[in-house]
């Protein structure tokens, strides 16, 4: 029946890492104070008229039987009030914190693959970084995020991605996990059913009612019972208790430049007519590339004149920056070199930034090389 299955491949190497307790690690270490504490992230109840629920709970809160996603009054049950503790969510510091790590984690591939603020893959078979071993790898990048954020993670490093996330899941909080691909089989047969990345609650009983409990009663099941039993996710289902998962890691590559553009409906002589469309673009970029936590290192500006020739011109900047003013000089000063272009009339006046700093990078310390 395996010949249902697509071959395995056992050559790449992933990591996924995942930040332990994510939004309650990064306030708890903001404020000491409330590290004995069942911190909760979600609005209080009582002063939310009730309503709310759970962001992320520590580990103290969930020794109590806190969960994310349950309302924050049930948690409010769970918990002796002395021990409890609300947070309002600020995700705008949580992402600061999160492009920290994710800088980290550029320094050792760009193949990453964001799957929440604090969890990614990364496919490190081949990386920035030379001989290392994807173990020593993940074991570096946890240290360093622990050394510039205070903040503990769990890896799962193995040949495929689900199997990198069982890892991960499997000794948390600030585990270590290596699933090699002589010991996999073994891993997923030990695993109980609900640990598995692919089974949903509804399958999770379905699997159930059938006497499949684990990754063992898994495989021993027949191929295509699982396909006709449940479809698509019933194949996938056969893969995982085998091993296989042969999603590539997908990166989205962060934003290369960041642009504005116009097409005039007639020829534009007037030059101070161009520089207020320069001004104004210059302060809806410096909000764009405030908004991303973006600086850049170079304003372009892009010219089209009358008999359509295209015109860009690029301006480095000394320092990074996200400042209107100093976009618009550069721009001008750009244009100013044009204007004998300009003179002959302009059909598309363009001003973009590219070259970026994630604002967050410069006090980083680059110690990993
Ligand atoms: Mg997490």
Redesign the pocket.
């Known amino acids: 029946m395996d010949e249902l299955l697509p071959c395995n491949n056992f050559n790449r190497k992933i990591i996924h890492l ?5 939004y309650a690690s990064v306030e708890i270490h903001d404020d000491p104070t409330i590290a004995n504490k069942a911190v909760i992230i979600g609005q209080d109840p009582r002063q939310s008229n009730g309503h709310g629920v759970v962001a ?1 709970a520590n580990y103290l809160a969930r020794k109590y039987g806190v969960r994310s996603a349950m309302t924050t009054m049930q948690a409010l049950r769970l918990v002796p009030a002395e021990k409890l503790v609300f947070i309002k969510p600020n995700f705008e510091k949580y992402r600061r914190v999160s492009d920290k790590i994710h800088q980290l984690m550029y320094e050792i591939t760009d193949a990453i693959e964001s799957v ?1 603020l ?2 990614a893959y990364m496919d490190v078979t081949t990386n920035k970084m030379g001989n290392f071993s994807a173990l020593e790898l993940a074991t570096n990048l946890q240290k360093n995020i622990y050394r510039e954020t205070g903040l503990t ?2 890896f799962g490093v193995s040949y495929n991605k689900y199997l990198a996330k069982m890892g991960s899941e499997y000794a ?1 909080p600030f585990g270590r996990t290596v699933i090699l691909p002589d010991d996999a089989l073994e891993f997923i047969a030990s695993q109980k059913i609900e640990k598995f990345p692919g089974i949903g609650v509804k399958m999770q009983e379905q699997l159930h009612e059938l006497q499949i409990y684990t990754g063992a009663d898994l495989q021993k099941q027949n191929i295509k019972f699982l396909l006709d039993r449940f479809n698509k996710a019933g194949y996938i289902i056969a893969q995982q208790a085998k091993g296989i998962d042969l999603r590539p890691v997908i990166s989205k590559r962060p934003r290369k430049s960041l642009g504005l553009e116009h097409t005039f409906d007639v020829n534009i002589y007037d030059y101070d007519k161009l520089l207020t469309w320069l001004r104004n673009y210059s302060c809806e970029l410096a909000q764009k590339l405030r908004t991303l936590n973006l600086q850049t290192r170079t304003v372009v500006i892009k010219l089209r004149t009358a008999d359509f020739i295209t015109i860009t011109r690029r301006s480095a900047l000394a320092v990074a920056t996200t400042d209107a003013m100093t976009i618009y000089q550069h721009a001008k000063s750009s244009l100013e070199d044009e204007i004998d272009c300009v003179s002959g009339g302009v059909r598309l006046l363009g001003l973009s930034a590219t070259d970026f700093e994630q604002k967050s990078y410069e006090t980083l310390s680059l110690d990993l090389f």
């Open positions: 995942d930040m332990d307790a994510f992320t929440a604090d969890e993670s769990s948390k």
